[in-house]
């Protein structure tokens, strides 16, 4: 399914694009900041996953991902989608952020699971890809990562790939699963936002 994957891809690099925009604008950054850091968050994780997978990454020999982050950026900026009053502007970035991390979690779960891996294998390749860009955006920012304290996040990840692993088992992964598989983890991630559900923590 590689239209499939490549629709995916790129939802996923307009999402983080966006996320890692008003993550930059958030943090005070100047212009070139503003692109690193978006470029970083949209593309970082896709990177991190064809290394780990052997291949040349997407985005040096590919011609949409750089395309996809640029058109974006720009879009962002024209309408001004970083002005938004805060509570707005919160809802932009939680949206975006979810659709990217779902998107690249599948991504990584597909790439995963064509490569032969076992459920562990697509597991974390799932999760570095939805969560390596972030990581590495909050790296360069001085921050602690998204994913180390922000509610039910790296664990939507992780419920992509078992679903998507599970799917595969029964031989039932086609596009109409994965859709469904999408959805629902957009959906979990933002109720559990909205009633800040969060993973026990030590005391």
């Known amino acids: 399914m590689p239209e499939f994957f490549i629709v995916a891809d790129i939802i996923g690099i307009i999402a983080f694009s966006i996320s890692g925009f008003l993550i930059a604008i958030k943090n005070d950054l100047d212009i070139l900041g503003i692109l690193i850091a978006s470029a970083?968050?949209?593309?970082?994780?896709?990177?991190?996953?064809?290394?780990?997978?052997?291949?040349?990454?997407?985005?040096?020999?590919?011609?949409?991902?750089?395309?996809?982050?640029?058109?974006?950026?720009?879009?962002?900026?024209?309408?001004?989608?970083?002005?938004?009053?805060?509570?707005?502007?919160?809802?932009?970035?939680?949206?975006?952020?979810?659709?990217?991390?779902?998107?690249?979690?599948?991504?990584?779960?597909?790439?995963?699971?064509?490569?032969?891996?076992?459920?562990?294998?697509?597991?974390?390749?799932?999760?570095?890809?939805?969560v390596g860009g972030g990581v590495t955006r909050d790296i360069m920012i001085n921050q602690v990562p998204t994913v180390l304290i922000s509610d039910f996040y790296g664990s939507i990840a992780v419920i992509v790939a078992l679903a998507l692993a599970t799917l595969e088992l029964f031989n039932v992964l086609n596009e109409v699963s994965i859709s469904a598989v999408a959805v629902l983890s957009v959906i979990l991630r933002l109720i559990a936002f909205k009633r800040e559900w969060h993973l026990p923590r030590l005391s």
């Open 40 to 130: 970083l968050t949209a593309l970082g994780g896709g990177i991190i996953r064809d290394v780990i997978l052997s291949s040349a990454p997407f985005a040096f020999t590919s011609l949409y991902p750089a395309l996809t982050l640029t058109v974006t950026i720009l879009f962002v900026y024209i309408f001004r989608i970083y002005k938004k009053a805060s509570i707005e502007r919160k809802w932009i970035f939680v949206v975006s952020d979810t659709i990217g991390l779902v998107a690249f979690s599948i991504t990584g779960a597909i790439l995963a699971i064509h490569a032969g891996y076992n459920f562990f294998g697509i597991i974390i390749l799932s999760f570095m890809t939805a």
